[in-house]
């Protein structure tokens, strides 16, 4: 072998100096830093055909209400569940112009889109990470690194700043997405688990291939800086991109890679199931598994006194709420309310009929209190969610009898000795 081939130290593409801000190739390409963290954090650098100020002078301004739902208010989430119907937008806009939030505390913010109109600007998000989940659709999202392309089920990361364009392939689209605005999404990942559950990092997939253009135009790019909406005009194409390096990357993540924890012998609890930790908020997967042999396999009575919970429902039989929830739908329970499973589903515990596997894919993000939810969000709100656990005061089974207490005197201390099966056996001396 007469060549040898190495990594770089930092993912690299196309055409690059030697390191950053180094050697004479900076005299003909322009090199651009997107820098986290004051540019002492995590950090890339692209290197463009055209100066990335080159704005068209006198043609910047602010876009009023240019995205009205996404400003929706925000109210308390207050004592009472609620479960969030499908949106059907009046009229067809595109991703960002019919974003609609949904929920938020200081640090994140849940929105949901269902574009059915072409983006024929580019974005960029100058206040926070996007999470973008996939619930329905697909397409190509293209960066400034380089396209992505994205199917039903899959996790886009746009960084914060990172200049983009969702190009959608024809049929529905519906999607999820996650802002963050204090920090960009950590793996989960536990002392106890190491590196590969609930997914390994190599699971990412970080554009590679370059759509280098070389293109004369009226450009536009439309930023984001809380609430305020801001127009420019290049007249180069803004993805002039011959070659990057760095860290700070935009990429896709596929539910289906997602492999997750179970336990024979007692219930996973909801925190196993994280993908993301963000500030003031953990994004977790429950997906197909098998389900718990012994123990608990229905979620348990609770209430997080934390964390405002939302679950959105991707797909699948969703056996806990008793068949009040369709897919696209996303419940929304505030911090310190007890939930748990439907009576339908609790019946079914406790009569012993327990299914093989987990047949769902939710998508869930719990939000640190306080809290808020939006008016948008009150708008899809169904009448009848707190309704769906009527039958607790209604069904024979559930409901007050004189003899319960003695009864379950009874059967604990019938009970009392029983031990699981999958168990190290004692009689061996
Ligand atoms: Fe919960």
């Given amino acids: 072998m007469d060549k040898f081939e190495y990594w770089s130290g930092l993912p690299e593409v196309g055409i690059v100096p030697r390191a950053p801000h180094v050697g004479p190739l900076l005299q003909h390409v322009h090199e651009q830093e997107h820098g986290r963290g004051g540019f002492a954090g995590r950090v890339s650098h692209t290197y463009h055909l055209y100066p990335p100020n080159n704005w068209l002078p006198g043609e910047t301004r602010v876009l009023e209400g240019w995205a009205p739902l ?26 960002y112009r019919g974003m609609a939030r949904l929920v938020a505390n200081a640090t994140v913010a849940m929105n949901v889109t269902a574009p059915a109109a072409p983006m024929d600007y580019f974005f960029e998000h100058h206040s926070a990470t996007l999470v973008i989940f996939v619930h329905e659709g697909g397409g190509t999202l293209e960066t400034l690194f380089g396209p992505i392309g994205y199917g039903r089920g899959d996790f886009l990361i ?12 024809p049929g529905p689209q519906y999607y999820w997405v996650y802002e963050s605005f204090a920090g960009d999404p950590e793996k989960s990942e536990a002392p106890t688990t190491g590196h590969f559950i609930t997914h390994s990092r190599s699971d990412y997939r ?7 253009r070389n293109e004369a135009g009226r450009f536009e790019v439309v930023s984001k800086v809380g609430s305020v909406y801001t127009q420019r005009m290049h007249p180069t194409h803004p993805f002039d991109v011959v070659g990057w390096r760095g860290d700070y990357l935009p990429y896709r993540f596929a539910v289906e890679d997602v492999r997750p924890l179970t336990a024979d012998r007692s219930h996973v609890p909801p925190s196993a199931h994280t993908v993301f930790t963000l500030p003031g908020c953990y994004l977790c997967v429950f997906t197909v598994r098998s389900v718990e042999k012994e123990g608990m396999w229905l979620p348990f009575f609770h209430r997080n006194l934390d964390y405002c919970e939302t679950i959105g429902y991707h797909w699948g039989d969703f056996f806990s709420r008793g068949g009040v929830i369709q897919e696209g739908m996303v419940t929304v329970h505030p911090v310190g309310l ?17 299914p093989a596997r987990h047949q769902e894919v939710g998508i869930m993000a719990d939000f640190a209190n306080p809290a808020q939810i939006s008016e948008y969000a009150l708008g899809l709100s169904q009448p009848d969610y707190m309704k769906s656990w009527g039958g607790y005061t209604t069904d024979p089974r559930f409901t007050h009898r004189p003899e319960r207490l ?3 005197r009874a059967l604990a201390e019938r009970l009392a000795d029983a031990r699981d099966e999958l168990r190290p056996r004692r009689d061996t001396p």
């Fill in 158 to 169: 746009v960084p914060k700043g990172i200049p983009h364009r969702f190009e959608c392939a």
């Fill in 206 to 212: 970080f554009p590679r291939t370059l759509d280098t």
């Fill in 338 to 354: 007890p939930h748990g499973p439907q009576p339908a589903a609790l019946q079914a515990f406790m009569d012993g009929q327990r």
């Fill in 70 to 95: 996404w400003e929706s208010p925000l109210r308390p989430v207050g004592g009472a569940h609620h479960a969030l119907g499908v949106a059907r937008p009046s009229a067809p806009r595109d991703v």
């Fill in 406 to 408: 003695a009864e379950v």
